[in-house]
Nanobody, 115 residues
Framework: QVQLVESGGDSVQSGGSRRLSCAASGFAFEWHDMSWYRQAPGKERELVARINTGGRKSYAEFVKGRFTVSRDNLRMTVDLEMTTLNPEDTAVYYC?????????WGKGTLVIVSS
């Protein structure tokens, strides 16, 4: 089955850290760029970070220096290490890729940052 499954969301105190993971299955993971998006309550979904097949990483300005994206092609996972979290980081975090010319989204994992 072609799918992405996120995990790791939880409630965390402001200033804390959290690691999210996305497990892929059903497609050739190593040949696909992978991204993390997030959607805060009442806001549009936005790109957080991307890692391409060669391992090149890019980040939204609002997470630069705080978040790190990584991938493990053997385990078929892409992780998002989040540090120095603040309440504005509260959102559902989604894993994304384009597979077989279609958008593939996970169901998301919720991160709540309390002050």
């Amino acid at each position: 089955q072609v799918q992405l499954v996120e995990s790791g969301g939880d409630s965390v105190q402001s200033g804390g850290s959290r690691r999210l993971s996305c497990a892929a299955s059903g497609f050739a993971f190593e040949w696909h760029d992978m991204s993390w998006y997030r959607q805060a309550p009442g806001k549009e979904r936005e790109l957080v970070a991307r890692i391409n097949t060669g391992g090149r990483k890019s980040y939204a300005e609002f997470v630069k220096g705080r978040f790190t994206v990584s991938r493990d092609n053997l385990r078929m996972t892409v992780d998002l290490e989040m540090t120095t979290l603040n309440p504005e980081d509260t959102a559902v975090y989604y894993c994304y890729s384009t597979v077989y010319d279609s958008d593939l989204w996970g169901k998301g994992t919720l991160v709540i940052v309390s002050s």
